[in-house]
Each structure stands twice: as structure tokens, then as C-alpha cells.
Nanobody
């Protein structure tokens, strides 16, 4: 009933920028929580940034000052603005949303992942 579709990944040179989008479809009332994770080859999935309605936005130390998480509730979409990209940022990026539906139920969904590749 609810799914997330990611976009915005691609190939960029070091120092460049990308903006990832994660749009949710379904009978969604509000985004209660949102987050971005990434997984590089041979590594475990790691938290990039996360925010909820009752907590401050949290960023991993390795992206502070470079990445920004935001949302547009009218579009049921969350974003990750990535600036000053480094080759070590290369990974598959996954979005996550905790959603409240119109009937009051809560669901947790993951996006399909989008590849970000940063050249040296």
C-alpha cells in the first residue's frame, strides 16, 4: 500500500554535489520520521542522518557540515543534499520513512536504493 521511490543518484566528481529524493506514495497523513543510510561494497549499512518529530536531527560525524536532510510534507518526500562529496562517500544510499496513515496506523518503509559514485 505504501512504497518509497528514490532518485537523484549518479556519478559526480570530488567536491561536487548531489541531491537525493525519496518520495512516498499511499494514503499518507504525515512523515513522523525520516532517515538516510548508505552501504559501500564490503561494508555494513551505516546511518547517514535521521530525524523525527520528537528528536533533533542527527548526522553521522563523517557527513556533518556537508550533508543536509530535509522534508516536504506536501509532497511526502524527503531529501538528502550532499555537498563537498568525497570518493569515500561512494555507496548505495537508502532512504527510510516512518509514516502515519490517514487511518492512524504507523508504517516503516525503505526505498530501493540509489547509487552514488564520486570520482577522484
Amino acid at each position: 500500500q505504501v512504497q518509497l521511490v528514490e532518485s537523484g543518484g549518479g556519478l559526480v566528481q570530488a567536491g561536487g554535489s548531489l541531491r537525493l529524493s525519496c518520495a512516498a506514495s499511499g494514503s499518507i497523513w504525515i512523515i513522523n520520521g525520516m532517515g538516510w543510510y548508505r552501504q559501500a561494497p564490503g561494508k555494513q549499512r551505516e546511518l547517514v542522518a535521521y530525524s523525527t518529530s520528537v528528536s533533533s536531527i542527527n548526522y553521522a560525524d563523517f557527513v556533518k557540515g556537508r550533508f543536509t536532510i530535509s522534508r516536504d510534507n506536501e509532497k511526502n518526500t524527503v531529501y538528502l543534499q550532499m555537498n563537498s562529496l568525497k570518493p569515500e562517500d561512494t555507496a548505495v544510499y537508502y532512504c527510510h520513512q516512518e509514516l502515519v496513515l490517514f487511518d492512524g496506523t504507523m508504517v516503516s518503509e525503505w526505498g530501493q536504493g540509489t547509487q552514488v559514485t564520486v570520482s577522484s
